[in-house]
């Protein structure tokens, strides 16, 4: 990419991604679709945000369509196709908020998403948590278990916890980028206060084995 104005442009929605606390995975990969998409543009003659038409959108929508996708045989997915749309859509809302010439984003996908995620029954959930041991990797098996189950979490909040997070005595966890990006309160309470604590108390110190991680949520070498 050559067009200084976009470079700037690319530049300064990933500090306002950082700036509104969007998740580490959506600073790294959104940044890289838009780069995607302002190359486009560039290789098609538009250099500046006013030349931005609905037919370099459609376009372009057309062209990852068609584009073939490096993890499997095929084409890229439709889930991702609209993942690309959504980062355009948030850039011209980027331009919008900083004062600076924004554009209308008004093309849709058609068609449906094919990767629709299941959902566990109760009777699933008992089996998870019967297959935990009382080991040091078991115990962090149930706490994962019960922030995405028994609290509710996504998975983004339960990745961005940390151990100053979970307020035993309060009977609470603070989840501080939730949706929308807006800190909330989970209760927690019965065997789900049970269980992290558990594993913050018998669990977590082994993984940690005297090194420093504010990161709830660890691995078997220590890592958030």
Known sequence: MRNQLYIRLNAGFSEWLRILNFDQTSQRDMPVMLKAFLIFLEENDCNSITGITESHLENYLQVLSEQPCKTKPGTLSLNYIRKNLQVIRKFARYLA???????????????KATNIKSILTKKEVAKLYEATTETVLGLRDRALLTLYYGCGLRKSEGLSLNTEDILLEKELVLVRKGKGYKARY???????????????NFSRPYLLCGKKEPALLLNANGKG
Do not use: H, R
């Open 97 to 111: 908020e900083s004062g600076q010439e924004s554009f209308p984003v008004k093309v849709k996908i058609k068609g």
């Open 186 to 200: 989970v209760p927690l309470t019965g065997g789900n206060k049970k269980d992290l604590e558990y594993y913050l």
